[in-house]
């Protein structure tokens, strides 16, 4: 089984930036997908963020378009959540996922998860 480690996180003004990472093991069919979900404190969980690492696909929440950006350094076996323009409402457990493909993954069927890392928004 894969195994994930994040790095990052932390806290920040609004309008502020931060980046996560999150190494992988390795890379199999089984984290073809790789993705960050966040939960905030009361509420379900939800995919924020997913990538492939032959590059094919993409998703990202509507609420983060154009703020977060994913992407991946497959000789590292790492991906990334670049977070840019932060708002109070992005404060949550971060969290990184490994599943088959995104669509099973941003449902949640995930194959490996990270420990989860915090991220607070807050002036």
């Known amino acids: 089984q894969v195994r994930l480690v994040e790095s990052g996180g932390g806290s920040v003004q609004p309008g502020g930036s931060l980046r996560l990472s999150c190494a992988a093991s390795?890379?199999?069919?089984?984290?073809?997908?790789m993705g960050w979900f966040r939960q905030a404190p009361g509420k379900e969980r939800q995919p924020v963020a997913a990538?492939?690492?032959?590059?094919?696909?993409?998703f990202y929440k509507d609420s983060v378009k154009g703020r977060f950006t994913i992407s991946r350094d497959n000789a590292k076996n790492t991906v990334y959540l670049q977070m840019n323009s932060l708002k109070p409402e992005d404060t949550a457990v971060y969290y990184c996922?490994?599943?088959?493909?995104?669509?099973?993954?941003?449902?949640?069927?995930?194959?490996?998860w990270g420990q989860g890392t915090q991220v607070t928004v807050s002036s």
């Open positions: 996922a490994a599943g088959t493909t995104i669509p099973l993954l941003v449902q949640g069927d995930s194959t490996a």
């Open positions: 390795g890379r199999s069919a089984s984290n073809a997908a």
């Open positions: 990538i492939t690492w032959s590059g094919d696909g993409l």
